[in-house]
């Protein structure tokens, strides 16, 4: 039984296309994150859901956007994909602040390749 | 905001120590710290709350010096397993504990 899953795993796509990535979490946790993962291997917040609201939205470009349309699920949608967007994103959960003294579950990972 | 972490890169002989400091320019409400393995995901090793906490599990543990806004992962008679990045994650006090995942320190441990 799987955490935390992303679908697909991995994406190549061409500049200009637009792509969605799925991620579901079934540990009942209510707040739910998107990072990006550079070649550097920075991870990057970009997006945090809390009960389906949103509560990080950090310097992104606007053709990124995510959807929750239940706290359950936490959906990326990115448009007019550009070179510098290949990156692996990765979807986390975690209970609300982690300041119960839980980390943050991630899912597998999406390896984005736009050529 | 982003914490730092030292070194960057480390390599060991298998049974051999190391630590990873994990530092902040902000006071820390708490600090988290993750291994990723190559193509994998980052995995949650353990998180510190109070100041001068310190824990652990197997042979990796760690400190929280919440005065100097440091915290410190302690690998000791490290094994082949340990290999990997290891990110600390800090949440900052007064910035709504917003969350931040360090530089990452990548180490590699050798037969």
């Known amino acids: 039984d799987t955490a935390v899953s992303q679908t697909p795993k991995y994406l190549v796509t061409q500049m200009g296309n637009d792509k969605s990535i799925k991620c579901e979490q079934n540990?009942?946790?209510?707040?739910m994150y998107w990072y990006k993962q550079d070649s550097k291997k920075f991870l990057k917040i970009m997006f945090s859901y809390n009960n389906k609201e949103l509560i990080i939205n950090e310097t992104v470009p606007n053709r990124f956007s995510p959807k929750s349309p239940d706290k359950a699920h936490l959906n990326l949608h990115i448009n007019s994909l550009e070179l510098g967007d290949s990156a692996v994103y990765f979807c986390?959960?975690?209970?609300?602040?982690?300041?119960?003294?839980?980390?943050?579950?991630f899912g597998s990972g999406t390896r984005l390749t736009v050529v | 905001q982003q914490p730092v972490q030292s070194p960057q890169a480390v390599i060991l002989r298998e049974g051999e120590d190391a630590v990873i400091n994990c530092s902040s320019s902000?006071?820390?409400?708490?600090v988290h710290w993750y291994r990723q393995k190559h193509g994998e995901a980052p995995v949650f090793l353990m998180i510190?709350?109070?100041?001068?906490e310190q824990k652990g599990h197997d042979k990796i543990s760690a400190s929280f010096n919440e005065k100097k806004q440091q915290s410190s992962l302690y690998l000791t008679a490290s094994q082949l397993s340990y290999s990997g990045t290891y990110f600390c994650g800090t949440e900052a006090r007064g910035t709504g504990n917003q969350f931040y995942f360090g530089t990452g320190t990548s180490l590699t441990v050798i037969p």
């Open positions: 510190l709350l109070k100041g001068g």
């Open positions: 540990l009942g946790h209510d707040t």
């Open positions: 986390a959960s975690s209970r609300r602040g982690s300041s119960g003294g839980y980390g943050y579950t």
């Open positions: 902000k006071a820390l409400y708490s």
